[in-house]
């Protein structure tokens, strides 16, 4: 029996990419077939072949269509928009009508700051467990590590692309809120917290904006903790990539964080469920952020 082996490319550790100066992810697939012959005396002769086949994974482009917004994605954020105001009108004009401003106020208030703490828990989870096949959230979960390999991304996203996913769970969640309540004070908090869970993204997106290119509002926000800032939330993508994940003020940060609220969920998931999260591995080249080189080379 004769054996022989054969490669589409040479099979030899690649250690002449620099990672700045790589554009891409390197994949490897390697298949093994085989294939029976005979010869002249009927004795059967495999064939093995090893073919190693190379698939490159590049980030996203600045015109790449998936950062574009499509008209599905503006009709499902004016629709989340629309719910948005219904309630937020229902709230003010409730409260004009009964006298009231003290309690929705408050309550739009007690929106905001669990909105803060929602995303930070939100956040969490999709980064540390799941992938894209978990149902209802695995394209998420895909966006937010394909996020952290390439977070430069996000800022070149168009705005109704960004929002749009968030968007239509507002809608779905609000709508029905708006028919069945007319309380002012219930929908003070609806309308505030549903807000800030919406348009996260953006505040998400312009936290990893530059400063000069930012709405001087925006920076005025950051700087005064009422929006997640620049620095707080670079902090998240710097190692052990396990901290600093609110994204609405990011008000909640300090506190998880040195509480270690995250890290003891983290331990009682695993001892219940027996289940890591992608924090307690050590980052490798899926995790770790890619230089932005389309900017740099323009």
């Known amino acids: 029996m004769a054996v022989s082996f054969q490669t589409k490319y040479p099979l030899r550790p690649i250690t002449n990419v620099s990672r700045t100066n790589r554009p891409s992810l390197l994949h490897v697939r390697v298949t093994c077939s ?5 010869t002249t005396k009927t004795q059967p002769i495999r064939e093995k072949k090893l073919v190693v086949e190379k698939r490159f994974v590049s980030p996203p482009l600045s015109n790449d269509p998936t950062l574009k917004s499509t008209w599905t994605h503006r009709l499902w954020v004016a629709a989340g928009c629309t ?68 977070p430069w991304t996000i800022t070149r996203r168009q705005f109704a692309n960004n929002l749009h996913a968030l968007a239509r769970v507002i809608t779905f969640t609000v709508l029905p809120l708006d028919l069945a309540f007319n309380d002012p004070v ?39 903790g009422v929006l997640v800032s620049r620095k ?58 890619e230089t932005d080189l389309s900017s740099s080379q323009a």
């Open 34 to 38: 085989a294939t029976t012959t005979t």
């Open 232 to 289: 707080q939330h670079g902090e998240h993508h710097r190692a052990p990539y396990n901290n600093n994940y609110c994204i609405v003020s990011g008000a909640w940060n300090k506190v998880l964080d040195e509480s270690k609220a995250f890290e003891i969920l983290e331990m009682v998931l695993f001892f219940k469920l027996g289940v890591r999260p992608r924090s307690w591995s050590e980052p490798n080249s899926e995790w770790t952020e």
């Open 83 to 150: 719910t948005l105001v219904a309630s937020l009108a229902k709230s003010v004009i409730g409260g004009v009508g009964s006298h009231l401003w003290l309690e929705p106020a408050l309550a739009g208030y007690a929106g905001y700051v669990l909105a803060d703490l929602g995303s930070g828990v939100y956040h969490w989870a999709i980064d540390n467990y799941g992938d894209e096949s978990t149902p209802l959230v695995g394209a998420q979960i895909e966006a937010f590590q394909g996020h952290h390999k390439w």
């Open 186 to 224: 219930v929908h003070g908090f609806v309308s505030t917290f549903a807000f800030c869970i919406m348009f996260s993204q953006q505040f998400h997106a312009w936290a990893h904006g530059t400063k000069s290119k930012l709405p001087p509002l925006v920076v005025a926000l950051q700087d005064m």
